[in-house]
């Protein structure tokens, strides 16, 4: 397999804001923060609609869109397959990291002071991605993953170089119950001393979830400690499974 690195060319970002940012901006983040805070997720209903989960996921197939394709089953994680997107990333995905980012960097930010890590973030997207770029992250990271009957994706963190951002996002493209039977999104955390507990998300298309990377940080009686944790998808039954993935932070 051959795999690409794209010069990091990007379009810039619209003056005003468009309907995609003020949806966004619309949501209740108060709630979105206590939920990711109280259980390290929070769910975006109907974040798109139909019609734009279908757009996305009917060019899974158009190559000139993405840098690199890979096999789950080569690599041991799982069944399936997915595709990275290259710069310029597609409108509707450019719109989506960029109009999410800004909302999700005050709660990064709290985390990591919470966690006692001294990274802050920048409000904008572009400088954190300038951040990247400027330690060799600059492989873009949102990606387009497809599952049919019986795949699966093994727990696991996307980490992808020395920069994180510790928040990311998942956008379910098809429909449970009509595309596709199975396949729930799940998270997992470790706590120290303790077993692991497992969540499944329920998601419909066009909803969201917003989840912890890496870790997170709960508070305990001497203060706030950190939880590792991992996300995956259970094993589908039947159908095809699109999904959209949104990582902030470039890939080295």
Excluded: K
């Amino acid at each position: 397999m051959t795999f690409v690195i794209d010069r990091p060319t990007r379009p810039a970002p619209p003056d005003e804001p468009s309907a995609l940012d003020e949806r966004i901006g619309g949501l209740d983040w108060t709630a979105i923060a206590a939920d990711l805070d109280a259980g390290g997720h929070a769910s975006l209903r109907s974040l798109l609609s139909r019609e734009q989960c279908e757009a996305i996921a009917a060019g899974y197939e158009d190559e000139a869109r993405y840098r690199s394709r890979v096999i789950m089953a080569r690599h041991g994680f799982g069944r399936g397959e997915y595709r990275y997107f290259r710069y310029p990333l597609p409108e509707l995905v450019e719109g989506l990291r960029q109009a999410c980012y800004p909302r999700l960097a005050p709660i990064a930010q709290r985390w990591n002071e919470a966690m006692g890590i001294g990274v802050a973030y920048p409000p904008r997207l572009d400088d954190f991605l300038a951040r990247c770029h400027g330690a060799g992250q600059t492989r873009p990271t949102p990606l387009l993953l497809r599952y049919a009957s019986g795949d699966y994706n093994c727990l696991h963190q996307d980490l992808y170089g020395e920069h994180v951002f510790p928040l990311q996002v998942a956008i379910l493209l098809s429909q449970p119950g009509r595309d596709f039977e199975g396949g729930e999104f799940v998270l997992t955390e470790q706590r120290p001393r303790m077993q692991s507990r497992v969540e499944v998300v329920p998601l419909r298309q066009g909803d969201a979830v917003v989840f912890a990377v890496n870790q997170r940080p709960v508070r305990g009686a001497r203060g706030h400690y950190r939880v590792a944790m991992r996300h995956g998808v259970s094993r589908l039954h039947s159908g095809q499974r699109h999904t959209l993935g949104l990582i902030f932070h470039d890939a080295n």
